[in-house]
């Protein structure tokens, strides 16, 4: 078993994954979300969506035996195995803006769009490309009846994962999460692996 790779509180990074490897994802302190995006190795204009996975999948939680598509509708990520059972793809990465104008900050952190935009510029792709991400550990329950929803403290404890297979070569972007509302006020590392 390969060791894991750490991505240091507030900050992201991006690599390639390539059809059949898996992805092992843990919250190695609890309540820590990971923000990932997805594209096409060989075409990057093929990228995650969760507008069509929500379509195909019709549930918004999405888990264990669940597939997340691309914009072109090819599956990209199979959910093989899931400690949590609770992931977030309705809401875009926290940015600059989201700091500003939901928490006020004079000096806003770049957030995830921002370390995600760092990361990916690598593979050239530009920051204007970012799609909602799967937001891996985020708790955000939504009132069947009113549809209002709230941000909640994760479901993760230390220690638990999420295991993706590839199903198609892809780059993958992914964060430790850089938002108190969403990891319950303490932002701290995740670990990823590739089997
Ligand atoms: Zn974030």
Same mark, same amino acid.
């Given at each position: 078993m390969?060791?894991?790779?750490?991505?240091?509180?507030?900050?992201?990074?991006?690599?390639?994954?390539?059809?059949g490897?898996?992805?092992?994802?843990?919250d190695?302190?609890?309540?820590?979300?990971?923000?990932?995006?997805?594209?096409?190795?060989? %075409?990057r204009?093929?990228?995650?969506?969760?507008?069509?996975?929500? %379509?195909?999948?019709?549930t918004i939680?999405?888990?264990?035996?669940?597939?997340?598509?691309?914009?072109r509708?090819?599956?990209m990520?199979?959910?093989?195995?899931?400690d949590?059972?609770?992931?977030?793809?309705l809401?875009?990465?926290?940015s600059?803006?989201?700091f500003?104008?939901?928490?006020?900050?004079?000096?806003?952190?770049?957030g995830?769009?921002?370390n995600?935009?760092?990361?990916l510029?690598d593979?050239d792709?530009?920051a204007?490309?970012?799609?909602?991400a799967?937001?891996?550990?985020m708790?955000v329950p939504? %009132?069947?009846?009113?549809?209002?929803?709230?941000?909640?403290?994760?479901?993760?404890?230390?220690?638990?994962t999420?295991?993706?297979?590839?199903?198609?070569?892809?780059?993958?972007?992914?964060?430790?999460c850089?938002?108190?509302?969403s990891?319950?006020?303490?932002?701290?590392?995740i %670990?990823?692996?590739?089997?």
């Amino acid at each position: 078993m390969t060791q894991m790779t750490r991505i240091e509180r507030r900050t992201g990074t991006a690599f390639e994954l390539k059809r059949g490897q898996r992805l092992i994802v843990c919250d190695p302190m609890g309540e820590q979300v990971s923000d990932l995006v997805a594209f096409g190795l060989h %075409d990057r204009d093929e990228v995650i969506s969760n507008g069509r996975t929500f %379509d195909y999948q019709d549930t918004i939680y999405l888990t264990t035996g669940h597939r997340l598509y691309s914009n072109r509708s090819n599956i990209m990520l199979h959910i093989e195995q899931d400690d949590v059972g609770r992931h977030d793809f309705l809401l875009t990465p926290c940015s600059k803006d989201t700091f500003r104008i939901l928490y006020n900050d004079d000096d806003p952190h770049r957030g995830c769009f921002g370390n995600l935009a760092a990361a990916l510029d690598d593979y050239d792709i530009g920051a204007d490309r970012i799609p909602c991400a799967f937001n891996i550990f985020m708790n955000v329950p939504v %009132d069947g009846d009113t549809g209002r929803f709230s941000v909640q403290p994760p479901l993760s404890k230390a220690g638990d994962t999420i295991t993706f297979r590839a199903e198609m070569d892809l780059i993958i972007g992914m964060t430790a999460c850089s938002a108190p509302t969403s990891n319950n006020g303490t932002m701290t590392p995740i %670990d990823y692996r590739i089997d």
